[in-house]
């Protein structure tokens, strides 16, 4: 079984340019998040979706980031512009289901590594 | 927002001693999760603990989940060459089971001399 992956692996853009990361969880997995961890410091919750729709978005650090998870498979996270202070490893992860089952293990991507100059 | 304050930020012991490391909360978790991330590669979930006070083993993996629920702390016992990694604690404040957002330690940065 494939786990969950990321795409690019790593990326580097100007300023003000426009980035789409894409994660593809592991299939049936009903829940996606992404995280990110900037210079060196903590991991960073960003969102949740559960199937297509945003449980919860508070991690969102500005109207920059925009996530989707159309049809409730991939998502894409886009940084559109972006700015220095985004670069970093954004995170995605998935678990199978929304409550119920002590197992409900969290699984995480690779990463995308965002270097923005 | 909840914070998890872990320690030591990094360590450099020889192959075969012991290794502990902590996270302590400002506010209560009711699941605790220790990752391991290696270079280029995502958080690797070692132990899961579920109940305060829950002592849990995977190998030479010990966690123990504080009965506060404000605490956990990892233990690597006769550590080896391929525990070099970046340990990760991660506390979530719901019940285990429903997914939920986790809130991720600072990290301790293990480094293992021959």
């Known amino acids: 079984e494939a786990g969950v992956t990321q795409f690019p692996s790593h990326s580097v853009i100007e300023k003000g340019q426009t980035v789409t990361l894409r994660c593809d969880p592991i299939?049936?997995?009903?829940?996606l998040y992404w995280y990110r961890r900037v210079m060196g410091k903590e991991i960073k919750f960003l969102l949740h979706?559960?199937?297509?729709?945003?449980?919860?978005e508070s991690g969102m650090p500005n109207n920059r980031f925009l996530a989707e998870r159309t049809g409730g498979t991939y998502s894409t996270l886009k940084v559109q512009p972006a700015e220095l202070e985004d670069s970093g490893v954004y995170f995605c992860?998935?678990?199978?289901?929304?409550?119920?089952?002590?197992?409900?293990?969290?699984?995480f991507g690779e990463g995308s590594w965002l270097t923005v100059v | 927002g909840q914070q998890l304050n872990q320690s030591p930020q990094s360590m450099f012991i020889q192959e075969g001693e012991d290794v502990s490391m902590n996270c302590t909360s400002s506010?209560?978790?009711?699941?605790w999760l220790w990752y391991k991330q290696d270079p280029g590669e995502g958080p690797v979930l070692l132990i899961a603990?579920?109940?305060?006070?829950e002592l849990t083993s995977n190998g030479r993996l010990t966690a123990q989940f504080g009965i506060t629920r404000k605490d956990s702390f990892l233990n690597i016992s006769a550590s080896i060459p391929s525990d070099v990694g970046i340990y990760f604690c991660?506390?979530?404040?719901?019940?285990?089971?429903?997914?939920?957002?986790?809130?991720f330690g600072t990290g301790t940065r293990l480094q293992v001399t021959l």
């Open positions: 299939s049936g997995h009903d829940n």
């Open positions: 991660a506390g979530s404040a719901f019940r285990s089971g429903t997914a939920s957002k986790l809130t």
């Open positions: 603990l579920y109940k305060a006070g």
């Open positions: 506010s209560i978790f009711n699941t």
């Open positions: 979706f559960v199937k297509e729709s945003k449980q919860d």
């Open positions: 992860a998935s678990s199978p289901f929304a409550g119920g089952n002590t197992g409900n293990t969290i699984y």
